[in-house]
């Protein structure tokens, strides 16, 4: 039942247009809550290491992070996993697979990248269906049919569409630059913003060290703001927009596998953006998964089929 309604919700969005704008705005509370956040997290760490001239510092740094999160987090993003344009004439059977996908979702065709590495995955960036990109690994293009990616893109063009992919993508930057911040933190404490003795009242080393095993936490916190249900909506989204369930849940199998066989552990503050999760499951590394479980999606994405939609 529930996928039904799931099917009947994407089928009638088109129709319905108070129904999207609704989504699109809980997106950008979500967008806002997490600039907050990095504001709030910055400042207070900036007082905190280096005083009145640490908070000034703090300041100037969250005002330029969050403008760049904003604008650019999607080039950010494309570039942290070497993400290289994909020319028309190098695949034009998957440009013609994304302009149909996108003419049946109601959204721009966005430009499609070429991530060169063998873990089969995908994902989508940007913060609007204007300015969104698709990237895809050379490993999807080899495991996955055409009838499989088409699942899979159909997948990434809805979160293009619900407006996913700006707090996923913000999340993603902020995650990163809280880890790296700390780490920083750690290596050089507070000597750039206070001397050497006002560092060590407030904790020295070991108030760094605190702060670096705090980091990914942080980070997990910040990126479970992108709730899990969004690869649900996306998935039931993508189905509907192919008429072909089946076609998803075969990829999201084949994805698994691969992703198990040839972990993609590069930037794993990232690793929520991508359609299956890329991660080797390492203890500290499992704490940046956000994705649900396999097993359930397909399970869900079969319902849909079995139901006849």
């Known amino acids: 039942m529930a996928q ?3 099917w009947n919700e994407a089928q009638s969005l088109p129709d319905q247009p108070g129904v999207r704008p609704v989504r699109r705005l809980s997106n950008y509370a979500k967008t806002a809550v997490l600039l907050a956040a990095l504001t709030a997290l910055c400042l207070a760490v900036g007082q905190w290491v280096g005083g009145p001239r640490g908070l000034m510092f703090a300041g100037v740094f969250v005002l330029v992070m969050n403008f760049v999160s904003y604008w650019f987090s999607d080039r950010i993003a494309l570039a942290i996993h070497g993400a290289q344009p994909l020319d028309r004439s190098e695949a034009p059977w998957l ?28 994902f989508a960036t940007g913060r609007d269906p204007a300015h969104a990109a698709v990237a895809v690994t050379s490993g999807i ?6 009838r499989e990616l088409r699942g899979v893109l159909a997948h990434e063009l809805s979160h293009v569409k619900n407006r996913d992919t700006l707090t996923s993508t ?20 507070g000597s750039l913003l206070s001397g050497s003795e006002e560092r060590e009242e407030r904790g020295g080393g070991l108030a760094s060290l605190g702060l670096l ?4 936490l942080a980070a997990t916190l910040l990126q479970l703001a992108v709730s899990r249900s969004r690869e649900y909506e ?21 994805l698994e596998r691969g992703a198990q066989a040839l972990p993609y552990d590069r ?13 080797s499951g390492g203890a500290v590394l499992s704490l940046f998964s956000t994705h649900p479980p396999i097993d359930e999606r397909i399970r869900r994405l079969r319902a849909m089929r079995r139901s006849g939609f």
Do not use: S
């Open 4 to 6: 039904r309604d799931a």
């Open 95 to 122: 440009y013609e697979l994304v302009e149909d996908l996108a003419r049946r979702a109601n959204i721009p065709a966005p430009p499609l990248y070429l991530i060169p590495i063998a873990t089969p995955n995908a």
């Open 141 to 146: 293009l080899e495991l996955c049919d055409r």
């Open 170 to 189: 913000i999340a993603a930057t902020l995650a990163g630059v809280i880890t790296h911040l700390v780490q920083m933190l750690f290596w050089f404490g």
């Open 213 to 216: 095993l705090v980091a990914p």
């Open 234 to 254: 996306a998935d039931a989204t993508g189905a509907a927009v192919t008429g072909d369930p089946d076609a998803l849940a075969d990829a999201l199998a084949k």
């Open 267 to 279: 930037a794993p503050a990232t690793a929520h953006l991508f359609i299956v999760n890329p991660l």
